[in-house]
């Protein structure tokens, strides 16, 4: 099958969607299928991919890119990547990997729209949330995670209470967590919280956890990556995903479950596929409720080992393998 991807921001940018994009083309290409990338970010280093990359394609390119695909896929709705649509004709695949609306709920013409280009095409969803947000009928397919990088190493002893992976900003619910650790007295509970991330808020949130008096509980260790970052995750019991707004995925739960946390996160959004059986959810915001789950879990430690025990099973669901060929499968009924 010859696929033709168009993915306006790409490496040398950073971030999910870059990577999300990337891994499936990865794996497409080394499933033996032919693909061609579209981005309109521009890059001066040489290419180091499995698949060819096409910067800033001209249009009548972009035109001639069309008519030698079989199937054409976006990984999230790019309005300009719709107009060689209007030339040629081709069978068309849009993974939706967040909200068409706006941070306060309300919507541009740019949602608008985005729903409107759904009716005509062949559509994935990365959680059931996502799904049931569109105006038209999707296939559920989760996000896979870097299973070579996140995994267990036995001989680290998981001695640690309380993990958070993430950017320290206001959405991500830092700052819930920290009341909750602070609420966690009441029962006689003083964990340690490990705070893995940078953020706008992080100032903020070290006021906070002095003002609550569990300052000495609290370690703010920065940014952490590749080996170092697995192996703090190997040594903690608990990953917390305190979101305050409805996450369309999360992959950073795949990513504790992998080593071995259990995640408690909320329950709003798509973060719940993501948790599974392998963790506890809570509603969003809830500091009461988020209190509660934590003290379930900290009080009874043996309830840890249920959660762990269908990691397998639900991890491989999100293999980088397994995921790309759900897709080819869903391109295979597009194109027949």
Request: hydrophobic share 40%.
């Amino acid at each position: 099958m010859k696929i033709l991807i168009y993915s306006p921001s790409f490496y040398p940018n950073v971030g999910g969607i870059e990577t999300i994009v990337a891994t499936l083309a990865t794996e497409f290409s080394q499933q033996g299928h032919l693909v061609k990338l579209v981005s309109l970010t521009p890059n001066r280093d040489a290419e180091q991919f499995t698949f060819e990359v096409i910067r800033q394609p001209k249009t009548r390119d972009l035109i001639n890119l069309m008519r030698w695909c079989d199937v054409y896929f976006q990984g999230c709705i790019s309005l300009k990547g719709i107009m060689p649509l209007l030339a040629i004709r081709k069978p068309y695949v849009a993974s939706h990997h967040t909200w068409y609306r706006r941070a306060n709920g309300s919507k541009s013409w740019q949602d608008y729209l985005k729903n409107l280009v759904s009716l005509f095409a062949t559509n994935v969803s990365v959680s059931h949330a996502i799904a049931s947000h569109l105006p038209v009928k999707s296939s559920v397919i989760p996000n896979s995670y870097r299973a070579d990088t996140f995994k267990l190493i036995p001989e680290i002893k998981r001695d640690r209470e309380l993990i958070f992976l993430g950017r320290l900003v206001s959405d991500k619910g830092v700052g819930l967590l920290l009341q909750a650790l602070a609420n966690l007295k009441e029962y006689g509970l003083y964990p340690k919280l490990t705070i893995i991330g940078k953020g706008a808020e992080e100032n903020n949130l070290r006021r906070q956890a002095r003002d609550l008096n569990i300052l000495e509980q609290v370690n703010f260790v920065g940014v952490k990556t590749g080996r170092e970052l697995v192996e703090l995750l190997n040594a903690h019991q608990i990953m917390v995903v305190p979101s305050l707004w409805h996450e369309p995925f999360g992959i950073v739960a795949l990513e504790g479950i992998a080593c071995g946390c259990v995640v408690v996160g909320s329950e709003g959004g798509g973060l719940k596929d993501a948790i599974g059986q392998c963790g506890i959810t809570f509603p969003n915001g809830n500091v009461s409720a988020l209190t509660q789950r934590l003290a379930e879990l900290l009080k009874d430690p043996s309830r840890l080992s249920l959660y762990r025990q269908d990691s397998e099973v639900h991890l491989s669901r999100h293999q980088q393998t397994e995921v790309a060929q759900a897709y080819l499968r869903v391109f295979e009924q597009a194109v027949g």
